[in-house]
């Protein structure tokens, strides 16, 4: 395979079995209608291509590196146990040498989550609906209401899911309360109370063409046939349920019939919207224009729905660029950003070979405490423990509880890895620290010393590794680190470390025959 030949892995979630009656069965099974649009276009353009499935996150590794294909096209859209993992899969896909279409990690980890969005965006001076966010158990915060009349949303759902006329209240009450509740029975995480802006809907699709923004013909949703007692919102039925009064009667009107004027203010603030999310490749900002034709974003769609029937694909067809050339923009922007991804993975597959990992020694010391420190994820309190082990292990040498190990270079310590047999356990150990001195880091190094360790369990009876490290996204590559490595993630205790950071334990299982 040349760098400059694309072959394509589709890699998609894999949907929940069919059940009678399972919420939101049919966006979750919209994404395999992507996959066979996809397949069929990458067919009829000449480009080699196969389907994977992912169930979860940890089956992503195995995948990426077993594949020979050198651009992912990502479809994976939210996994069943915990959907907000689905925003690693670009940055594991440049972990293993790949490219990955559409929106990279942060972007769509940033635009999933509506509250980060709207405070990165209005930090942007992009406009937004005022709002709230309102935590699960949480009454609604009467004081910091912004005006009426509201629409409710669960915090971190796409696709319009929970989205319906109950959705809006026209004032503070009951049933503003009871509109949050629901949102918190159904999700199981905070609900976001917005102003419902006007009643114009506008749908911006935007293009990345290699380093060009192409913004698509802007659309409108046509709510003419809605009566004063419907609200006028695209909710879940109007996506969704083709039986329904709302998905019959909400077709798009492309070109939108706006003003000159109107539509540059609305494709200038698509365009903001874009640049103050990171988005790259396509993306679609929906809108809503109050009366006096001022847009406010409410959300922005990373890595949209793409079938063929739905409006992005729409907009492409508005702007006369086919289906088959859409996709193969997709490839050819993945392709032109894999010579510097594969230059940076050949860069850290380096591995320098003068280094030794040997027992660690109380003169290593003072170079381990130093490079702690500089690599900025630990707090003081953190390091002072960190050193308390380190000297424990030291003392106590190979019988003690703490088994520790230093990576040494041209005679300087510049890796730590320290582990122990977990109490009350049967061949079940700990690997407590692991750390790299960050002047030397992105060269295999980590994993020369996870290895080691893994090695060095393994010869001791044991059958599990664990690792346990924080869920703040400051710790991205830490966690795609343990990936990597063919950890998966075991469990996860929501606000452990504090509010908003998770503590997730890894493991690894050593003896795979048992």
């Not at 969005?117 to 158990?137: E, Q, R, S, T, Y």
């Not at 070109?255 to 993306?283: E, K």
């Not at 996870?450 to 090695?455: K, N, P, V, Y």
């Not at 509010?499 to 334990?505: E, H, L, R, S, Y």
């Amino acid at each position: 395979m040349t760098k400059n030949r694309a072959s394509v892995l589709i890699l998609h979630n894999v949907p929940r079995p069919a059940a009678p009656g399972a919420a939101f069965a049919e966006s979750d099974a919209g994404v395999l209608d992507q996959v066979r649009a996809v397949e069929a276009a990458l067919a009829r353009l000449k480009i080699p291509s196969r389907v994977a499935g992912v169930a979860n996150l940890a089956d992503v590794p195995a995948v990426l590196s077993a594949a020979s294909e050198n651009v992912v096209f990502n479809l994976v859209e939210g996994f069943h146990s915990r959907p907000s993992d689905s925003n690693y899969v670009p940055a594991l896909a440049a972990a293993y040498g790949k490219a990955a279409t559409g929106n990279d990690s942060p972007a769509l980890a940033l635009s999933l989550n509506k509250w980060h969005a709207k405070c990165v965006l209005l930090a942007h001076d992009v406009p937004c609906p005022p709002g709230v966010i309102v935590p699960v158990g949480s009454p609604v915060p009467r004081a910091a209401l912004p005006p009426g009349p509201y629409i409710v949303k669960p915090l971190l759902a796409d696709a319009s899911e929970g989205i319906d006329a109950y959705s809006v209240v026209r004032s503070r009450g009951k049933a503003l309360s009871a509109a949050v509740a629901r949102v918190h029975h159904e999700f199981a995480h905070e609900a976001l109370v917005e102003t419902l802006v006007g009643h114009r809907e506008i749908n911006v699709s935007v293009l990345q063409q290699r380093s060009e923004l192409l913004v698509l013909p802007l659309a409108e949703i046509d709510f003419c046939a809605f009566g004063d007692d419907r609200p006028r919102i695209v909710g879940y039925s109007a996506k969704w349920l083709p039986d329904t009064f709302e998905y019959q009667n909400t077709p798009r009107v492309i070109p939108a019939p706006l003003s000159a004027a109107v539509a540059a203010r609305v494709t200038r603030c698509a365009l903001a919207a874009w640049r103050a999310l990171g988005c790259r490749d396509y993306a679609r900002v929906d809108m809503r224009l109050d009366d006096k034709g001022r847009p406010f974003v409410l959300e922005v769609n990373t890595n949209p729905d793409i079938t063929p029937d739905a409006g992005f694909a729409a907009a492409l067809e508005a702007a006369r660029i086919s289906y088959d050339s859409f996709v193969k923009t997709l490839v050819d922007n993945a392709l032109s950003r894999l010579p510097s991804a594969l230059r940076r993975s050949k860069k850290r597959s380096a591995t320098p070979s003068a280094f030794v990992i040997r027992r660690a020694k109380d003169s290593d010391r003072a170079a381990v405490h130093a490079f702690i420190a500089a690599t900025g994820f630990f707090r003081p309190d953190e390091v002072d423990i960190a050193m308390e082990v380190f000297d424990d292990a030291v003392a106590q040498g190979p019988v003690g509880d703490y088994q520790s190990y230093t990576l040494e270079m041209s005679g300087k310590p510049v890796g730590w890895v320290c582990f122990g047999l977990t109490a009350c356990t049967v061949g079940t150990y700990d690997i407590y620290w692991i750390a790299v001195d960050p002047a030397v880091q992105a060269k295999g190094l980590g994993s020369a010393l996870i290895s080691q360790a893994e090695t060095l369990i393994a010869d001791a009876g044991g059958r599990i590794a664990v690792i346990e490290t924080s869920g703040r996204a400051a710790y991205l590559p830490t966690q795609l680190f343990y990936l990597k490595n063919n950890y998966i993630e075991a469990s996860r205790l929501k606000d452990f470390y504090a509010p908003g950071d998770d503590k997730i334990t890894y493991t690894k299982n050593l003896a795979p025959s048992l």
